[in-house]
């Protein structure tokens, strides 16, 4: 992303969108009281997040019992409830689906790749399904420290270990694939990035023709196999970013506050909710709602405007696609392929 001499300025800025996490599948009912459980729960919730000013719901589901579904049935019947209560938003269904363990010290890790594949199949369908892209750890409990876990389930040295051995698995064949299946019936994937090779990944298959439409990142800074929290880090990938791309800043406990505020300073997206955190950053415990609050208040001090539904969708184009690389490069104000035997840098076309 370039910066202008006014690009600070909050009326050169687009609006702000801000997504919410708030189903937190890591989570057992036990460890907040602010987990909904049952079906009309967990639509409430969404109603109250979008009410408090998300319009980005990023979508995990529980069965009765409270713990994370890994049904498609379950995830129809959300979305469907979902389409009907919170029209505006754009849904957003996390692409692991659940990483939750079972039982007391059973694996977190990911569903196998034909059953995560059939989140390109789901109905009604969402308007996103986050990709992941190369394998790498995620080492969720490399940042936590003690008072993050006290009084929850993270407490448990079995459960501790298996966060802590969690492996994200996206290789080639696999998340080509997966975006491909997405595209083909009309679901945006959002890209979920936790370092600059990932970018660069994401990168060559914009240019080689296999993913051709908007680009929609999250900026995924929760140490242990994804970025860290040093804000230089940060920049970095924001200076890297495409100038046509929508990047979104994701962190954890009690660093979402600060973080998120500079994300919203620099023009970027953010995103809350307890599968993020927890806590404020005064360390007290903080609802997904509280946390949405929170970061329309920081826009208003900072005399940036929020985003409606409306605005979420035009600034993530749902539902866009276009024909082949070169359109997409364009669209997104990259540099375009380098012809046969051209040398330099190769010139975007002027009009």
Known sequence: MNFLDDSLLPENQEKLVIQVAPYGPQWVPGDSDDIPVTLEQQVQKAVDCYNAGATVLHVHVREADGKGSKRLSMFNEMLARLRDAVPKMVLQVGGSISFAPEGEGAAAKWLNDDTRHMLAELDPRPDQVTVAVNTSQMNVMELMTAADVAGTSLT???????YRDMVVP?????????????????????????????????????????????????????????????PADMMEFVRRTPDGAVLTLETLNRNVVPMNTMAIALGMHVRVGIEDTLFGPDGQRATSVQQIEKMVRIARELNREVATGSDAHRIYRTGTFWDDAAQTLSCLGMVPNRKPEQRGVPLRRVA
């Not at 448990?156 to 298996?162: K, W």
């Not at 994401?202 to 970025?227: F, S």
Request: with cysteine; charged share 15%.
């Open 156 to 162: 448990n040295p079995a459960i501790q270990a298996a």
């Open 170 to 230: 996206s290789n080639p064949s696999w998340h080509e694939e997966h975006i491909r299946r997405l595209v083909a019936n009309g679901i945006q994937p959002h890209f979920m990035l936790g370092s600059l090779t990932g970018l660069e990944t994401v990168e060559r298959l914009i240019r080689r023709g296999v993913y051709c439409g908007p680009l929609v990142l999250n900026y995924v800074a929760i140490g242990g196999g994804a970025a860290g929290l040093n």
